[in-house]
C-alpha cells in the first residue's frame, strides 16, 4: 500500500540551529510530493512541492527539500530556524484514486518546538 | 482576496443530531475534498468531488455525507451514524483533480465537539 512515513513525532531545536525533518514515501513510481506547515488550530499552509526535474526544491520561509529517490526521500530543511517555526509539518504524496484522480497521503506529522 | 472559508470555526453538537459544515472557494478549482484531522493520526480523507454532481468516497467515508450543486461550495454532513465525531476538519480544493495543476490549498478548519 501507499504510505508516507515521518520517523520523528517530536523535535526540539534551538533558535538559529538548522532544522532536517525526514519523510520516506513507499510507491511504485515516484509520487508528487508536498511539505505542508499547519500552526495550532489553523488549516494547512503549503511549503513545498515536488513534481518533477530539479531534486532541491525551495520553499517559502527559507525552506527547502531534497528528493532523493535511492533513498525514497523527501527531507525538508532550514539552515536557521526562527521561533515563528514552532508548528506541526506534514509530509505529503499522491496517490491515484477514482477514474486517475489524485489523492494526497499524509504523513503523521512532526511537531517542532524552538528552545529559545 | 482568494481563497477557501470554513464556517463555523467551533462547531458543538448534541449526540444523534446531524450538523452542515460550510466550505466556500473563489478560486475557481475544480476538485474539493474535506479531510478528518485528529491528534497524532494526521490528516484522512473523507470525500473528495472531481466536478460538480460528483463526488467519491475517501478512506473514511461512513458516517458522513456531502453534495456538490456549485463549483464553489462542498458542505459536509456529520450524521447521527458517526460514532466518534469530534475532530478537527479541514477542506481543501485543487485547480484539477490530477497533472501538474494538482496542489491542495487549505481552509482554515472547523473543530466540531459532540456534547
Avoid at chain 1, 504510505?3 to 534551538?14: E, G, K
Amino acid at each position: 500500500a501507499q504510505s508516507v512515513t515521518q520517523p520523528d513525532i517530536h523535535i526540539t531545536v534551538s533558535e538559529g540551529a538548522s532544522l532536517e525533518l525526514r519523510c520516506n514515501y513507499s510507491y511504485g513510481a515516484t509520487p508528487y510530493l508536498f511539505w505542508y506547515v499547519q500552526s495550532p488550530g489553523q488549516g494547512l499552509q503549503l511549503l513545498l512541492k515536488y513534481f518533477s526535474g530539479d531534486t532541491l526544491v525551495q520553499g517559502i520561509k527559507g525552506f527547502e527539500a531534497e528528493f532523493k529517490r535511492s533513498q525514497s526521500s523527501f527531507n525538508l530543511r532550514k539552515p536557521s530556524v526562527h521561533w515563528s517555526d514552532a508548528a506541526e509539518y506534514f509530509c505529503a504524496a499522491t496517490s491515484y484514486g477514482f477514474q486517475g484522480a489524485q489523492k494526497l497521503v499524509f504523513g503523521q506529522g512532526t511537531r517542532l518546538t524552538i528552545n529559545p | 482576496d482568494g481563497g477557501i472559508t470554513q464556517s463555523p470555526k467551533y462547531l458543538f453538537r448534541k449526540e444523534g443530531q446531524n450538523v452542515t459544515l460550510s466550505c466556500e472557494q473563489n478560486l475557481n478549482h475544480d476538485a474539493m475534498y474535506w479531510y478528518r484531522q485528529d491528534p497524532g493520526q494526521g490528516l484522512r480523507l473523507i470525500y473528495y468531488s472531481q466536478i460538480v454532481n460528483d463526488f467519491q468516497k475517501g478512506d473514511i467515508a461512513e458516517g458522513y455525507s456531502v453534495s456538490r450543486e456549485k463549483k464553489e461550495s462542498f458542505p459536509l454532513t456529520v450524521t447521527s451514524a458517526q460514532k466518534n465525531p469530534t475532530a478537527f476538519y479541514l477542506c481543501a480544493s485543487s485547480l484539477r483533480p490530477s497533472g501538474s495543476s494538482y496542489t491542495q490549498y487549505f481552509g482554515p478548519g472547523t473543530r466540531l465537539t459532540v456534547l
